[in-house]
């Protein structure tokens, strides 16, 4: 069973920067391609980043591009997620997601795992 859990959500004032963090366990894990994600209550969940397992290719959504940046560590099945020059739109849950392949992926429903969500506020 694999699990994620994320940290380093909470309150932050525009412009500011912030680092999201998102540990992996479980005896299975293995070699996975992995996203964030965030979500405003009534809307759907949205796209914000992804990253293959080795680190080598990586995808944006445009609204972050060029703010954010994600990163991995597979030593410590760790994965990040650096966001600056934020903004009030950046509000939202935020959820770590794992794949069932080494690959990364933009769509939701190409991840296996999901961690419980972090809520994100960034004030005007």
């Known amino acids: 069973q694999v699990q994620l859990v994320e940290s380093g959500g909470g309150l932050v004032q525009a412009g500011s920067s912030l680092r999201l963090s998102c540990a992996a366990s479980?005896?299975?894990?293995?070699?996975?391609?992995m996203g964030w994600f965030r979500q405003v209550l009534g809307k759907e969940r949205e796209f914000v980043a992804t990253?293959?397992?080795?680190?080598?290719?990586?995808a944006y959504a445009y609204s972050v591009k060029g703010r954010f940046t994600i990163s991995r560590d597979n030593a410590k099945n760790t994965v990040y997620l650096q966001m600056n020059t934020l903004k009030p739109e950046d509000t939202a849950v935020y959820y770590c997601?794992?794949?069932?392949?080494?690959?990364?992926?933009?769509?939701?429903?190409?991840?296996?795992?999901w961690g419980q969500g972090t809520q994100f506020t960034v004030a005007s």
């Open positions: 479980g005896r299975s894990f293995g070699r996975h391609g």
């Open positions: 990253i293959t397992y080795s680190g080598s290719s990586t």
């Open positions: 997601a794992a794949r069932a392949t080494q690959y990364y992926s933009e769509e939701a429903s190409g991840y296996a795992y």
